[in-house]
């Protein structure tokens, strides 16, 4: 069984900090997601990256690949309260129709 | 565009009872369709897939049962719900010509067995 472990679990941080969140595996990935989940609701796909040491940017919110497609992480430059939400990372195998999820960081940005 | 449905959206079920959760998907052929089961605030547990009609993978034993009875209807079922039973449903999506295994879920459904 193929394990991500994300981690911190849980981050609450202040209105403007920066923070990063962190997605590691022992196993080699095709390609990594990243979703964000509100409360009640089915998580969004926020990006995907699938080549190692690839850098995508998507406003405040920077995701890396790790060179060994191994690992990922998650930084978010200046939080704001509307970034609150769970975070989820994950993988794929290129043989499997499935993906494998992370634990989850819970962060909640307060104003 | 495409889009997932999934209902009901909660649902408070007694010990022993049925169950029935459905999903649909609009705007797309030949998805290969999830089931998860999320704790809260936790990842997601792959509980079925499937990459066709009346064709389901099971990953995890349960009690619960899958199936797919259209090309874009997935159904989770149960004879008989345990306490255990209780969580976050989510159905996915994903596309087959879609080489990096981006899933697409729909709302969810909350379900508190009692």
């Known amino acids: 069984t193929q394990l991500l472990e994300q981690s911190p679990q849980f981050l609450s941080i202040q209105e403007g900090e920066n923070l990063t969140v962190y997605c590691n595996s022992s196993?080699?990935?095709?390609?990594l997601q990243w979703y964000r989940q509100e409360p009640g609701e089915g998580p969004v796909l926020l990006v995907t990256?699938?080549?190692?040491?690839e850098v995508k940017k998507l406003k405040r919110l920077t995701f890396q690949f790790g060179d060994a497609r191994k690992d990922s992480s998650l930084h978010i430059t200046a939080a704001q309260p509307g970034d609150t939400g769970l975070y989820l990372c994950a993988g794929a195998r290129s043989s499997a129709r499935q993906l494998t999820f992370g634990s989850g960081t819970q962060l909640t940005v307060l104003p | 565009s495409q889009t997932i449905h999934q209902w009901p959206a909660t649902l408070v079920q007694p010990v022993g009872s049925p169950l029935s959760l459905e999903c649909t998907v609009e705007?797309?052929?030949?998805?290969?369709l999830y089931w998860y089961r999320q704790a809260a605030g936790r990842g997601l547990q792959l509980l079925f897939y499937?990459?066709?009609?009346?064709?389901i993978s099971s990953e995890v034993p349960q009690n619960l049962s899958a199936s797919r009875p259209q090309d874009r209807q997935f159904i989770l079922s149960s004879k008989k719900l345990l306490l255990s039973d209780s969580g976050f449903y989510l159905c996915?999506?994903?596309?087959?010509?879609?080489?990096?295994?981006?899933?697409?879920f729909g709302p969810g459904t909350r379900l508190t067995v009692l």
């Open positions: 499937s990459v066709g009609i009346g064709q």
């Open positions: 196993s080699v990935f095709s390609s």
């Open positions: 990256v699938v080549t190692g040491g």
């Open positions: 705007g797309t052929s030949n998805p290969n």
């Open positions: 996915a999506w994903k596309r087959l010509a879609l080489s990096y295994n981006e899933q697409f």
